[in-house]
């Protein structure tokens, strides 16, 4: 049997793991697929501790305490000196909810379950994800998750079920690939994030450790230098053509973990491949690339978080030469060190383990409940700034649809007075946005309204819209709240509001002043349509056509219609920039952005939505009317006198919407009271007749929905 020895190409393969996943954080675009750098090391750390632990076993001197050993002075010291570093920085940078977040992330971290914590927080992929300094620590929980269970598994197949063994592990690959597959269209964050459905990555790893334990089979010279190349190339194929995009860790992922297999059994000395990958300079970077790992996630968030505004590629170069510098400096002083036992001995490591873990649980825990550390590590003034987000709405935990949270139209929440329910609040997040405020004037006018509203999803039957990556109930969603509409002749009013600009332009705005956003809409194929995405021109005109159907519909079943015109985005997030501002220079800023970039970016819609035909039953209103000049001359306001319109980059707070909610709630009237006084003696009132409303006589609009509707991809 062979021993354990040094490959340096396996080094060399790390560096081409690590490169792309810095430079995709970096936000290269030509390095759209570097997050499959992850990948890479899931196979190559497969291969590596099975190979070590198929040894040991053989060779009689397996232990679980040795391995854990092993384990834990390769990931922990490291891990803790960026941890605490990362924590000082977080301290005197961090507004209290960022600092929430993370203290939660740090404590989650130390336990190897920053994936499930992530998981439940929010995408890899979404703009949120881009603020997170330990975001990148979710690997290692699915690694050390992996290595609680599969050493003790393997050492009892190998002693008593050898002969199984490999079918074994091969069952539970098939069925981890097999849930990646699925979890990938209609669970991806769930399937980006846990060991189910990454296992088959490092369980290929370990068949390449099985392969070669037994010896390799003599092959001709031509095939080694064929495999390993087509193996390299599978890998530069990803990292340059996947992106963002690719239904991930299905499938798709077998092109660089596959071309990963192919490196470690066939990039063998003498092939081009191995002497690539044995480059000297190469080799050093796959040396320090734990480090570089660890060290490059939070360098650029708080580098980010710091500069408020977008980071030039320039200084993310730069970034990236500090982040080799810190990863030397950490495997030099820190690595290198702890994994030689007669330097430190196992006590120690465990000790220190221990007292790492237990220092971060407890940070972790402190921040958790004092809300960030909020007392005097912030100043009220900015507290209050960063404090202005939608957990001030205490509607929307119940009252809101999505991917995993469904209100049926008849449970829908009640604004205002329930005892007079007049029509209904239909839209998305931007319905939301203007709930509370809404509630508060509609209360006072003793008139109510149902708020029915689904995340990302515009009120539009016929327009389908993905948005959570392949989350198909925004249609059916719609279909039962109108059809619930139409069929209560109560309800008079119908309230529509959405973020129409992003589902027209089909990304996010740049507001031309330091501001960003990056919200992307993709448009994808319908079955009865020809594949691959739509042209722009066919999905805007979609957008707007069914929207406008969808108002001269409801005006023609005899509804009042109040169609809410887009809100001014800010392209950058108010609270946060402002807060940030007044804490890192102390100078108070009133954030505003041009009025005519609003009329410039949102000329079709309002085009389109001022071309519907004037009828007595339907009321405008208009947002930047009230937004924008009223403040500031030529200026849509987003904070004011160290108060925030906006609770991120384009939904509006509790004050902003303020300032809307009456203009909407001054359309809706109630219903006169008649008292038996007044009406004349032995008048008999005629019953009035129910509205009966068939959605199938509307023609088109319902019956061929899905040869109508429209895709989008978020």
Known sequence: MQSVKYRAEIDGLRA????????????????????????VFFVISGYLITTILITDIDAGRFSLMQFYERRARRILPALFVVLAVSAAIAWVTLMPKDMLDFSESLAATALFSSNI??????????????????????SLAVEEQFYIFFPPALYVLWRWGRRNMLGVLIAVFVLSLALAQWGAYHKPSSAFYLLPTRAWELLMGSFCAFYLQRGRIPLPAALHQGAAALGLGCISFAVFAYDTTTPWPGLYALLPTLGTALIILFATRGTLVHHLLSFKWIVGLGLISYSAYLWHQPLFVFARYRNLTP????????????????????????????????????????????????????????????DGFKGPRIPDQVAALAAFTHDDNPFRARCFSGPNHYVEPDNACILGNRDDIRGVLMGDSHSDAVAYPLHTVLDAQNVGLKHMWYNGCPPIEGLHVLTHKNDYRCAGFNADAFAAVYADPALEYVVLTGRFTIYFEGDGYDN???????????????????PGPYPEAERRADVLRLYARQVTDLLAAGKKVILLYPVPEQGWDVPAFVAKTLFFSGQEIDLSVSHDSFKARNHSVIANFDAIPDHPNLFRVKPDAILCDTFI???????LDQKA???????????????????????????????AEALPERVAIPPQPLLEYRPQERGLVHDIAMETGTWFLD
Not at 127 to 136: I, V, Y
Not at 516 to 529: F, I, K, M, N, W
């Open 645 to 675: 319109f906006y609770y991120d980059d384009d939904h509006l707070s509790n004050y902003g919407a303020s300032y809307i909610a009456p203009e909407i709630a001054r359309h809706i009237t109630p219903r006169p009271t008649l008292t």
């Open 311 to 370: 980071l030039s590629e320039g200084t993310m170069l730069a970034l990236c030469a500090v982040t080799i510098g810190l990863a030397w400096l950490s495997w030099r002083y820190i690595e290198a060190p702890f994994r030689a036992p007669r330097q430190i001995g196992r006590a120690a490591v465990f000790r220190l383990s221990a007292t790492g873990m237990a220092a971060c649980i407890l940070v972790g825990a402190a921040g958790y409940h004092s």
């Open 512 to 530: 031309g002043e330091g501001g960003v956003e990056h919200d992307t809409y993709y448009p994808a194929g319908l079955s009865d349509r020809a």
């Open 16 to 39: 081409i793991a690590v490169a792309p996943v810095i430079l995709f954080h970096a936000g290269f675009s030509i390095f759209s697929g570097g997050f499959v750098g992850v990948d």
């Open 633 to 639: 001359a030529g200026r849509c306001v987003g904070a």
């Open 117 to 138: 914590l992530f998981w439940k927080e929010a995408g890899y992929f979404d703009t949120a994800a881009e603020l997170k300094p330990l975001l990148h620590t979710w």
